[in-house]
C-alpha cells in the first residue's frame, strides 16, 4: 500500500498529521503518542514535504513542530509555509509553562509544552475538528 | 597552549556525536553525557571549561543541570540550548545563571561564535 493510500485510508478518522522536527527522537516520540491516540502520523524533513502532504490531503493536515523550526534565522521555510498556508492548523512545541502547558495562540493555532502529551492530543483534536474556512 | 574541555550532554546521541565531532575540529576537547546524571558524573571526575547542554532530556532537563552547575562548579559556564525556544525558556535560562541560549537547530557559525565567546573569558591559567 503506497503512503498516499495509507494516509487517505488513516484519515477517514481525523486529520493526517504531519510531524516537523530537527531530532529524530522527537519525530520517534510524536509518532508514538500520536499514533496510539489513532491519528495518521507522516514525518516531514522540510517545509517542502510538509507542502506535497498537504496538496495530497487537500489540506486536511495538522502541523505539529518544533519552534526551533519556526525559529531558525538562516531558513525561513516552516514560516513561508505557514504564510502560505493560513488555513493549516498548527500545533508548535514550545517550552513554556507547565501549568496548563497548552495554549491558543490564534485560532489555528497552539503552543503546547513538549512533554504534555494530553495538550498535545487535546491541541490536534481542536485542530481536526475545526472547518477549514472557519 | 592548553586545549579546553567541553562537556556536551543530549539525549540525542546523535546530536551530540555531531556537536562533539564540531568542537573536536574547532580544537577543543569534547566529552558527552546523554543526561544530566551522566553529566553530573564526569563533572565530579575532572574539570570542565564549559558545558553546552539540551534543555529537554527525560527524568531532568537542562535547567536542573544549570542549577547543580551553578551550586558545585560555579566558576564553569554553561550554555543552554533547545528545539522548543520561547521567551519564558530564554528568560529562565539567563536567569538561571546560563551564558546562553539557543535555539535548536542552529548554524554551526552560532555554535563555534558562542563557545569561543565563552571561552575568551576564561582568564589566563
Excluded at chain 1, 487517505?8 to 529524530?24: F, H, I, K, T, W
Excluded at chain 2, 586545549?3 to 569534547?30: K, N
Excluded at chain 2, 535560562?93 to 575568551?120: D, Y
Aim: with cysteine; net charge negative.
Amino acid at each position: 500500500m503506497s503512503q498516499r493510500s495509507r494516509d487517505e485510508r488513516a484519515m477517514r478518522n481525523g486529520p493526517l498529521v504531519l510531524a516537523a522536527s530537527a531530532s529524530r527522537y522527537e519525530i520517534c516520540s510524536l509518532e508514538r503518542t500520536l499514533g496510539l491516540a489513532g491519528f495518521a502520523v507522516r514525518a516531514v524533513a522540510c517545509a517542502n514535504d510538509a507542502g506535497d502532504a498537504l496538496s495530497q490531503c487537500r489540506g486536511h493536515c495538522v502541523l505539529v513542530i518544533d519552534s526551533g523550526l519556526l525559529e531558525m534565522d538562516f531558513d525561513t521555510q516552516w514560516q513561508v509555509l505557514r504564510a502560505c498556508n493560513p488555513e493549516l492548523g498548527t500545533v508548535i512545541r514550545c517550552w513554556i509553562e507547565r501549568d496548563p502547558g497548552i495554549r491558543q495562540i490564534q485560532p489555528r493555532t497552539f503552543v503546547v509544552h513538549p512533554d504534555h502529551r494530553d495538550g498535545l492530543l487535546d491541541a490536534v483534536r481542536k485542530l481536526g475538528a475545526i472547518p477549514v474556512d472557519a | 597552549m592548553q586545549t579546553l574541555r567541553v562537556l556536551v550532554v543530549d539525549d540525542d546521541p546523535g546530536m551530540a556525536e555531531l556537536i562533539s565531532e564540531q568542537l573536536s575540529a574547532w580544537d577543543f576537547e569534547p566529552a558527552a553525557a546523554g543526561g544530566v546524571d551522566e553529566a553530573l558524573a564526569l563533572l565530579s571526575t575532572r574539570s570542565f571549561d564549559l558545558v553546552l547542554s539540551d534543555l529537554h532530556m527525560p527524568r531532568k532537563n537542562g535547567f536542573e543541570l544549570l542549577r547543580l552547575v551553578q551550586e558545585s562548579w560555579s566558576g564553569t559556564p554553561v550554555i543552554l540550548f533547545s528545539s522548543f525556544p520561547s521567551v519564558e525558556a530564554q528568560r529562565q535560562a539567563l536567569e538561571g545563571g546560563a551564558r546562553r541560549f539557543l535555539s535548536k537547530p542552529f548554524a554551526l557559525a552560532a555554535l563555534r561564535e558562542a563557545v569561543e565567546s565563552e571561552v575568551r573569558r576564561i582568564p589566563p591559567p
